[in-house]
């Protein structure tokens, strides 16, 4: 591991959030409401997205800092969530070392020349914070907007992102990326190894720039049995989550269909652990153990729902959630791009009047 | 309850199969080897199926009883596999009683007309022997030449045939066919139980010809939270096998992700449960309880992996499931049509080598 990646002693960049309902459950204090934020709350379900990112593609929209900050900001005053999250999109880091990649509306990201050998591997070099200026620039414009709400800084795990750089694109198997795990386990270390130091570089950014908090995404890690996640991606999970542990601020970790992992994702080094709809938070608990916040877990086709189900159903995460130590509320996925901006602003007034002490 | 989905005092009708390994594991009796199927092996991982199939539509293959027959016994003839899984597609019943829709290659079952409203339920007519002759002739075929290997029948559950008939073809999200569940529970109830009317007569008419064995494929119901899964969908599946219970041959029931639900799957009515390769077998043992067999659980793309890997992976499979009542050797889900046929035939092999008593 590189010595820049042991930072140690450093304190959260930005005190103003520190006592954000958000934060407190995060660090499983005693909060004013439960606080809510949604996966992909920035995005297509907004119409102000839609019209700002009008003939500007994903990448593009990634990599300008008023743009950026703009897109951040519209959920947290449409629905006055308790945290934004910094729109990205997983590959920009990828994209900021060199890597020749697109995102094509409707498929997802493709890489130009799949990594599949070793000496793939020497195009992936070290992230530095001159790689991504428009991320340090967006998140400090951000953090001076959001005052006491704060900001979530955002990454793919190396897992995921290892799948679409061996698959070249979104993949439902992941034959590829399991035939190098199985079939050649020191490429397969090496890489996700290389992964890490990227990720964990690329979130330092966000937090040195003034992110009060982490979340990593291992979206597809799902589709690991956990015995495989323990041996082949755990490790460099948690190389990721010890490269930030030094600036103190909260680290989450998400991946859909994980409810078989969700003690060896904890392990990696979360502080809050993200729980799909298919488990019941309190369920999730007694698999993670205690000392954990937990994170979610609305399904988010619920949405689609009349208002009065939406409730009966966030009533019931919020009964299932009454015994944790932490929690914040979300959905247990992203927000779909259909979904009514409107039943999520009621959403969040219905969980903040609902838990409110 | 339609009367004529209540046999009674049925036996079997096929007692040439009665001491196959395959069904003393589903009976939970000593069995000289493990016995061993995979799901989806007749089919694109295989030459002589990819020849036979040329220029001939799915749904019409599956309409013609020589060319079933002769599908059915290629992986058995190829691998010696435990048991032969009846050649269909899960709208195979739909097709059969009127509704219109079409397999598209590289994308799925496609419906012309979506069922949506409650008027369209009237489009759901009952199922009889007579609208699938080439079932009944296709079975009668098999089991004549199939001699002691037990064939398998096969349908699809209710959730999974209603997010087909209300999405209007394959979705990742199920939006549509979740909003109708959660807005309009009715309807919901009335379509699904619907469906299990005719899903039951279908499997009726495969153990009437001659099926020794059922399986009914949940494929998609792993998108449900436990909650919603035991409300929504258990009574119609329950109703299916509850349909088919008096002819005393064994029910399987799989789903893919769907360990959070093993519990509430077995309880549908199932004797042995499917299990996807995210849930060790003894985990799977511990959440449904006894009196049950367990069937799978090797990730289909371990079969990517080289000789010495397949094996380490399968005999963790053995290891975990040496506890169980009966245990039956499979994948965690399909074959995929990229699998070397070769690696499948080595690793029945294995498996019978390894597990002769």
């Known amino acids: 591991m590189s010595a820049n990646l042991r930072p140690s002693g450093q304190q959260p960049k930005n005190l103003a ?9 995060c660090r499983r204090e005693p909060v004013p409401h439960t606080p809510v934020w949604f996966m992909r709350q920035a995005g297509r379900s907004l119409p102000e997205y839609l019209k700002l990112r009008e003939g500007v593609p994903m990448l593009e929209s990634c990599a300008r800092p008023e743009m950026v900050t703009e897109i951040t900001l519209q959920p947290v005053r449409r629905h006055r969530v308790d945290a934004a999250i910094y729109y990205s999109d997983i590959v920009v880091p990828l994209k900021a070392i060199g890597i020749d990649l697109d995102i094509k509306p409707g498929v997802g990201p493709v890489i130009a020349d799949p990594v599949r050998t070793r000496a793939d591997l020497t195009r992936l070099r070290d992230l530095t914070p001159d790689d991504v200026p428009y991320v340090t620039e967006a998140v400090g414009m951000l953090t001076a907007e959001l005052g006491e709400t704060p900001l979530i800084g ?158 009966t159903k966030a009533r019931e995460v919020l009964d299932a959630a009454a015994g944790l130590e932490g929690h914040i509320f979300n959905l247990g996925h992203g927000v779909m791009p259909s979904t009514d901006p409107d039943a999520l602003t009621r959403l969040v007034d219905y969980v903040h009047t609902q838990s409110a002490r």
Chains 1, 2 share one sequence.
């Open 154 to 311: 955002f990454a793919g795990a190396p897992f995921t992102l290892a799948s679409y750089l061996i698959e070249g694109g979104p993949s439902r198997t992941y034959e590829r990326t399991k035939a190098m795990m199985y079939g050649d386990p020191e490429l397969w270390t090496d890489l996700v190894d290389r992964l890490a130091e990227i990720t964990g570089a690329f979130l330092k950014v966000q937090i040195e720039a003034g992110a009060s908090a982490v979340q990593l995404f291992d979206s597809w890690a799902g589709s690991l049995a956990p015995d495989d996640y323990r041996r082949y991606v755990q490790p460099a999970s948690a190389k990721v989550f010890d490269a930030v542990a030094g600036y103190g601020v909260p680290r989450i970790h998400f991946g859909v269909g994980t409810g078989e992992l969700l003690g060896l994702m904890s392990e990696a080094g979360a502080d809050v652990v993200g729980v799909d709809w298919r488990v019941p938070l309190d369920e999730a608990a007694r698999r993670v153990g205690s000392g954990k916040t937990f994170q979610g877990n609305l399904d988010p086709t619920v949405l689609f729902a009349p208002t009065e189900v939406v409730e």
């Open 17 to 25: 959030t520190y006592d954000s309902a958000f934060l407190k459950a």
